[in-house]
């Protein structure tokens, strides 16, 4: 402990929340991800960050994969319950966070909707998150990547 004393007390609550955040607070870097997530739920679309939407929005995800919008997203029984719990371990828990609709889309959750609006840039889906945030690939949200489309406002 004599150590920690030394150190200015800011450095130390950074490092601390560097510890069990993976960032600090407020930059809305998700990442990194574990490798079988970016796998299995990256390669058609960004991997989500699981922060952003309530356990009961991934399990409904998780249990529809077979008839995953359209797709068939199934991965077997082991990658499944592997996917889940880290889901679920680090899923949000705030109200704004849970499912709106029965398919539990992220982009229709209330603090989606309510930083995002309605109405995606022509042509685009908001589910494509990297058109914005450019480094969503890897779970970084924070302010200084995103890059929006000219002609297209936010809130809309
Ligand atoms: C075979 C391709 C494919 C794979 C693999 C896949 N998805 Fe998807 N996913 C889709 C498609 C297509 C959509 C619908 C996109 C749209 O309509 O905007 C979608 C949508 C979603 C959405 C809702 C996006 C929104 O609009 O809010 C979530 C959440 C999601 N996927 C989670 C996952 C998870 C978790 C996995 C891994 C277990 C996964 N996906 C794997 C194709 C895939
Ligand atoms: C068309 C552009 C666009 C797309 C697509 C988009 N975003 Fe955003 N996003 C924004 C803008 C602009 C903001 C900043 C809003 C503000 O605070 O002014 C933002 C803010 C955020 C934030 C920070 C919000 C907060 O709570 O402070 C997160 C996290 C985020 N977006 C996640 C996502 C995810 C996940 C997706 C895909 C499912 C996505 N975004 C798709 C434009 C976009």
């Not at 490798?35 to 699981?50: I, Q």
């Not at 995953?68 to 889940?84: F, K």
Request: with cysteine.
């Amino acid at each position: 402990m004599r150590y920690y004393k030394k150190l200015p007390a800011t450095l130390v609550t950074c490092v601390l929340m560097g510890a069990i955040g993976g960032a600090g607070a407020g930059d809305h870097d998700y990442g990194p991800y574990p490798a079988y997530y970016t796998e299995e739920c990256g390669s058609c679309h960004v991997p989500y960050p699981p922060q952003r939407m309530t356990q009961a929005g991934w399990e409904t995800q998780i249990n529809g994969l077979k008839h995953h919008y359209g797709t068939d997203a199934s991965v077997d029984a082991p990658a499944s319950r592997t996917i889940l719990s880290y889901l679920v371990n680090n899923a949000g828990w705030k109200d704004k966070l849970a499912p709106a609709d029965p398919t539990a889309r992220i982009t229709m959750t209330r603090w989606f909707v309510k930083e995002h609006g309605t109405v995606a840039p022509k042509g685009k889906k908001f589910s494509d998150c990297s058109q914005c945030h450019t480094q969503a690939a890897t779970g970084n949200y924070s302010e200084s990547t995103l890059k929006t489309p000219v002609g297209w406002r936010h809130g809309q």
